[in-house]
């Protein structure tokens, strides 16, 4: 039978990691596609780990099935954090994973048809507050249709097809504090209308998944704006192709994107034409099992289409290897522009220890240098040290997840 893949074929999977974890979620099955990859090989145990950070069936509907189930992370650690002069010790959420609750649901109707869900909240553990005090399932809200013929369509508060191409590109799963990618994707210093949204995660998307054609998948979707009085009431689109084989994974996405001034902070600039302008972005990414490791490169470009705006090239490196229990990880990266002085590069290290099949410690170090006009901060949070041009920022997080 036919097989969907989804865009995340390079990161999403639920399964077993060898020797380490079991499914993360026991009232659910197995991923359908889990399959599709090597036994007992590095990609394979790497795909079952980042499943494990992003929800049971991420990678495909489990085939004639009906149920419910109650998924989440619970993640804080203690993490000092100096920028220039200045530093800070707290406890922190999120330094591995996101912390989250999420609900997942299918329901099979026949045919091979099946209608499934996702409710996906983000929370701060450290304090209980939502991550997003305007939305209550701020990750995820969707709801759609699957068959493995003709493949699967989803609407509302989702990835966009680039945004599940992108998370490829870091081995850390770009974490909103610990991860020198996540920062490094910083538009607002490009000028009027310059975003990344076409990378992001949007409410009012509607993406489609196709199946599997040999080694070859593709995805497409569009999001509307909430705020469609300026400009056009597109806020995203985009499309992905990718390519899996036994050992490699290769991804290209185009996206472009119109900022949103019906989400707060979405317009960086406060031009009142900044809605009407375009970002078009470039993504292609490549994961490798060399059989000790597993290694990874992507290519991230942006280009705003404001007549004074400047372009942003990204490029990041990244290897990840079990080693028993534990999973060892690095990443680099640089961000550089057509503006003079306005480059930044940097890296993050990990290691997670798994101490139970759903408990482990894990330890982050990161650094981030600013060119003379660049200021990429680095693990921001309330009372972070401020960002300022030249400046740089290290970050070491000692913490435990708990994944249910």
Known sequence: MKRTLPALF???????????FAEVSPGSPSDAATSTTITGSQLQSTFAFWGTGLGPQTLGV????TFVTLYGTVDE???YTRGGSEGVVRVQSGGALTSKFGIYGQEYLGN?????????NGFMANTGATQDSTSMFNRASYVGMQNPFYGQVTFGRQYTSGGAAALGADPFLGPAHESAYTYLLATSDLGTGANSDALGRLPNTIRYISPRIGHIGFDLSYSFKQDQDVGPAVHQ???MISYGGRRVVISAAFGQGWCDPGMSGDCSSTANDAPGKRTDTYLASVLFDVGPFVAQGAYIRYVPQASTSAIADLYLVGIQKW???DLLRASA???????SGDYAYGGTLGIDHFISKRTSLYGRLGVMRNGPHSSVTYNYDSGSPSSAP???????TLGMTHTF
Request: glycine residues 8%; hydrophobic residues 45%.
């Open 10 to 20: 390079a990161v999403l999977s639920t399964g077993t990691c060898l020797h380490a």
């Open 62 to 65: 489990a085939a004639q099935r």
């Open 77 to 79: 650690g203690l993490n």
């Open 112 to 120: 091979n048809w099946s209608a499934l869900f996702r409710l996906e």
């Open 237 to 239: 689109r985009s499309a």
């Open 323 to 325: 080693w028993g229990v």
């Open 333 to 339: 990266a640089m961000r550089d522009t057509t503006v």
């Open 390 to 396: 030249g400046r740089t920022f290290s970050s070491i």
